[in-house]
């Protein structure tokens, strides 16, 4: 169990990994200049804690602390209890979810590791909004996505913002970063179809990848799409039929329904 | 054309439609204490101007006005200009998108003119949430859905955040407000198969709607979805399969997934 430790100091130094946190994205102290794994609410802290993120400590006011203690068990971190105001005071606004969680990165898994045994896989390219990112990796945890192979352009999944709106989703469907080529490669190695989501793809193909073993889709960022390159590299190109003018969908829709489509959790 | 005039008093009462934004959603003033319809940059005040809302009043920096002279032919109302500063202290934030127009609210059609040639339909329960119910016009428009009805303790489609993520497809979707009573029965008058969107429902039996005529989808919030008494009035329950103990896909995006099975626009 965690170590609970009272604190009525908001200038307390152990404080530390929670302090000023619309800031704490970024940390010049930090492997790569960024952050910590940050979850907020209980459901995330949950997810953290069964995560392969090491955890480092939590702060929150002692019910949301309570509610944790079963997913504390075993864990030997220190619990940082303290009142909404002075959560408030740490971490530079107020925030309603009451507990946090920090955790390290943790080293990536290679790409065959990845890919061993995964039946699906996103692969994205210059998914550059948080937002949207996170919200991609809550819809492949819900629709059965094994994986997800994350382009250099693409933003970081665990970013703060990121790791909210996945619900913590990001912290439990594994992914790692890798170039086109390097992930193409991989990919084939493994066996995997490469599915391109394009609207110049062929409507019909999309439903004709359902219930296929090892499918890779390739996804784009909205607007710009996927490269060229990326294209060139799909062994089909898909579309979701759309009516007439519309712009496209965003991008964690789009994929929502191609990962739908494609097959899905029974 | 629009009548151009230019503008350099952030204090011109001429501009009242778009004074402080931030508070203009609900305005004693109007029919029902609530705002009038508010578009914000090129391609959603291009929509406004193209829907049934009739237009009162542009407000932008001259370059933005210029893009929508071709939208603005024979449309007669005052197009103010200014510089982004002036446009920042009457709107009471910056706002980077460089164009706004306001349209007054329309009536909404009648339930059997809204239901007389449409195929697809969502109907929606609770959806008080003004970014997903947003989301969900978007989505409904690029997927092909017809009509959305909208339950009394949905949120307000045309507030000024709902239109804006819909990217100002909620002023081309047609919709009405009607109780679920009502709803029902004029479904049910109009022909259509109503089919509940619901963790309990058969996933068998969304695919099984594809491509068929009338097909009411109806959706209730993320958290309590529907109510039991729409459980009751469906006739089908349908279900979006889903990994083991996954929370469930925002309403805009199960909304998606869903209206991309039953049959999407070709």
Same mark, same amino acid.
């Given at each position: 169990?965690?170590? *609970?430790?009272?604190?009525?100091?908001?200038?307390?130094?152990?404080?530390?990994?929670? !302090?000023?946190? %619309?800031?704490?994205?970024?940390?010049?102290?930090?492997?790569?200049?960024?952050?910590?794994?940050?979850?907020?609410?209980?459901?995330?802290?949950? !997810?953290?804690?069964?995560?392969?993120?090491?955890?480092?400590?939590?702060?929150?006011?002692?019910?949301? =602390?309570?509610?944790?203690?079963?997913?504390?068990?075993? @864990?030997?971190?220190?619990?940082?209890?303290?009142?909404?105001? $002075?959560?408030?005071?740490?971490?530079?606004?107020? &925030?309603?979810?009451?507990?946090?969680?920090?955790?390290?990165?943790?080293?990536?898994?290679?790409?065959?590791? #990845?890919?061993?045994?995964?039946?699906? *896989?996103?692969?994205?390219?210059?998914?550059?909004?948080?937002?949207?990112?996170?919200? #991609?990796?809550?819809?492949?945890?819900?629709? +059965? *996505?094994?994986? =997800? @192979? =994350?382009?250099?352009?693409?933003?970081?999944?665990?970013?703060?913002?990121?790791?909210?709106?996945?619900?913590?989703?990001?912290?439990?469907?594994?992914?790692? $970063?890798?170039?086109?080529?390097?992930?193409?490669?991989?990919?084939?190695?493994?066996?995997?179809?490469?599915?391109?989501? $394009?609207? +110049?793809?062929?409507?019909?193909?999309?439903?004709?990848?359902?219930?296929?073993?090892?499918?890779?889709?390739?996804?784009?960022?909205?607007?710009?799409? &996927?490269?060229?390159?990326?294209?060139? !590299?799909?062994? =089909?190109?898909? !579309? @979701?039929?759309?009516? +007439?003018?519309?712009? %496209?969908?965003?991008?964690?829709?789009?994929?929502?329904?191609?990962?739908?489509?494609? +097959?899905?959790?029974?």
């Amino acid at each position: 169990m965690a170590r *609970v430790v009272e604190v009525d100091d908001a200038a307390d130094p152990r404080l530390a990994d929670f !302090r000023d946190l %619309s800031r704490a994205d970024r940390r010049p102290d930090r492997p790569g200049g960024r952050g910590l794994v940050l979850a907020e609410g209980t459901v995330v802290v949950r !997810r953290l804690l069964a995560s392969p993120y090491p955890p480092r400590a939590l702060l929150g006011v002692a019910r949301r =602390v309570d509610d944790l203690a079963p997913d504390l068990a075993g @864990i030997d971190v220190p619990a940082y209890v303290t009142d909404a105001d $002075t959560m408030a005071h740490v971490v530079g606004f107020h &925030l309603n979810r009451g507990v946090l969680a920090s955790a390290d990165r943790a080293p990536a898994p290679d790409l065959a590791a #990845l890919l061993d045994g995964a039946r699906r *896989v996103a692969v994205l390219e210059g998914v550059n909004d948080h937002e949207n990112l996170g919200a #991609l990796f809550r819809n492949a945890a819900a629709l +059965g *996505v094994d994986a =997800v @192979i =994350v382009g250099p352009e693409c933003a970081d999944p665990l970013y703060r913002r990121s790791v909210r709106v996945s619900m913590g989703h990001v912290l439990r469907v594994p992914f790692a $970063t890798a170039g086109l080529d390097e992930a193409v490669t991989a990919l084939r190695a493994a066996g995997f179809v490469l599915a391109a989501l $394009t609207p +110049g793809g062929d409507p019909a193909a999309l439903g004709g990848l359902a219930g296929r073993e090892r499918v890779a889709l390739l996804l784009g960022a909205e607007g710009p799409g &996927l490269s060229a390159e990326a294209l060139d !590299r799909a062994d =089909v190109r898909v !579309r @979701i039929p759309m009516s +007439g003018d519309v712009d %496209s969908l965003n991008v964690a829709t789009a994929a929502a329904v191609a990962f739908h489509a494609t +097959g899905g959790a029974r």
